[in-house]
């Protein structure tokens, strides 16, 4: 049981490249989020997911667009590179429904650099 | 690379000693909160949650206090030990038709030999 994994680890793009981050989770979880962390800020919700086909917006959305295609895979795109995305970027997911959606299972992270 | 941990507060005690992390929340309609360990190159880990009507909530090793007058939030730790040293951080969740959950910034716990 591997949990949360994201693929890859580390990534350096130039502006304007694109590239798409893979998370995948094998606990049959419902619901699953894309969050960014940076420096000196807590974590920020980018999109997020209740179930496979559906996405939705969170609180720092712009510049990303995601996709969940099956309910194990959500991906985040990244159409066009700027310096301000670069950050850490982890992936979670949790059961549905009222708390239990808030215990979140985190991925180990992607440290992206756009230069 | 810089580390997200770099500007966090740090807290340092010393191994076999009880540390105590704090929180700082905002909305006072919150309705339940949560503390998260994140080690050195991790995501976050799930440590203990309490709900807005209790005060204070016991795991192992670990003990989380709501003061809801002053909006507070504390992280208890029994005995700390080399593992525990890793950057902490509470959210805050806020039910109601738009759910929302806010993380805090965090601070390292740094544990003396």
């Known amino acids: 049981n591997a949990g949360v994994t994201q693929t890859p680890k580390f990534r350096v793009l130039k502006t304007g490249q694109s590239m798409t981050l893979l998370c995948a989770q094998d606990?049959?979880?419902?619901?699953m989020y894309w969050y960014r962390q940076d420096p000196g800020m807590g974590l920020r919700l980018i999109h997020y997911?209740?179930?496979?086909?559906?996405?939705a917006k969170g609180e720092v959305p712009d510049g990303y667009n995601v996709s969940r295609l099956k309910k194990q895979n959500f991906l985040l795109g990244l159409e066009s590179a700027a310096p301000s995305q670069t950050s850490v970027y982890f992936c979670?997911?949790?059961?549905?429904?009222?708390?239990?959606?808030?215990?979140?299972?985190f991925g180990p992270g992607t440290r992206l650099t756009v230069t | 690379g810089e580390s997200v941990g770099l500007h966090l507060p740090t807290l340092s005690v010393q191994e076999g000693d009880n540390s105590i992390i704090n929180c700082a929340y905002s909305?006072?309609?919150?309705?339940?909160f949560i503390w998260y360990k994140q080690e050195s190159g991790k995501g976050p880990q799930f440590i203990i949650d309490?709900?807005?009507?209790?005060d204070k909530r016991q795991g192992q090793r670990v003990t989380v206090l709501l003061n809801k007058t002053v909006k507070h939030l504390s992280l208890q730790i029994a005995a700390t030990q080399p593992g525990d040293s890793a950057v902490y951080f509470c959210?805050?969740?806020?039910?109601?038709?738009?759910?929302?959950?806010?993380f805090g910034k965090g601070t390292r716990l740094h544990i003396l030999p």
């Open positions: 979670a997911s949790s059961l549905p429904g009222g708390l239990a959606s808030y215990e979140q299972y």
């Open positions: 606990m049959n979880h419902e619901y």
């Open positions: 997911s209740v179930g496979e086909g559906t996405t």
């Open positions: 909305n006072s309609a919150s309705d339940y």
């Open positions: 309490i709900r807005s009507n209790m």
């Open positions: 959210a805050e969740i806020t039910l109601n038709r738009d759910d929302k959950i806010i």
